[in-house]
């Protein structure tokens, strides 16, 4: 069993950056994809990033590509989401989420979740 505490969220200007981390405690975290999921505003959950159980990444979000990248501290049991280049559109809860393995696109399929950290884009 997971749990996992997101942070790093905050208020940024257009353009800027910001590192949320994903911290997990329990027992065998490396074996775990690590997704990065979000939700605005009125809209549904959806999946950014994810970086699998052996170090592979997956973006589900063509909006994010070439913006945000995502890595992993095993030794640290954490996951990293650099988002640079931040928009008014990347306005959301961002949430972290473990599953057993690979990654997959779908915020039901993981196991455990995080409480979700605040990102505001605003000048």
């Known amino acids: 069993q997971l749990r996992l505490v997101e942070s790093g969220g905050g208020l940024v200007q257009p353009g800027g950056s910001l590192t949320l981390s994903c911290a997990a405690s329990?027992?065998?975290?490396?074996?775990?994809?690590i997704g990065w999921f979000r939700q605005a505003p009125g809209k549904e959950r959806e999946g950014v990033l994810c970086?699998?159980?052996?170090?592979?990444?997956?973006n589900y979000a063509d909006s994010t590509k070439g913006r945000f990248t995502i890595s992993r501290d095993n030794a640290k049991n954490t996951v990293y989401l650099q988002m640079n280049s931040l928009k008014p559109e990347d306005i959301a809860v961002y949430y972290c989420?473990?599953?057993?393995?690979?990654?997959?696109?779908?915020?039901?399929?993981?196991?455990?979740w995080g409480q979700g950290t605040q990102v505001t884009v605003s000048s």
């Open positions: 989420a473990a599953l057993w393995g690979g990654c997959l696109p779908r915020f039901s399929d993981y196991e455990y």
């Open positions: 329990g027992s065998n975290f490396k074996y775990y994809a």
């Open positions: 970086i699998s159980s052996t170090g592979g990444s997956a």
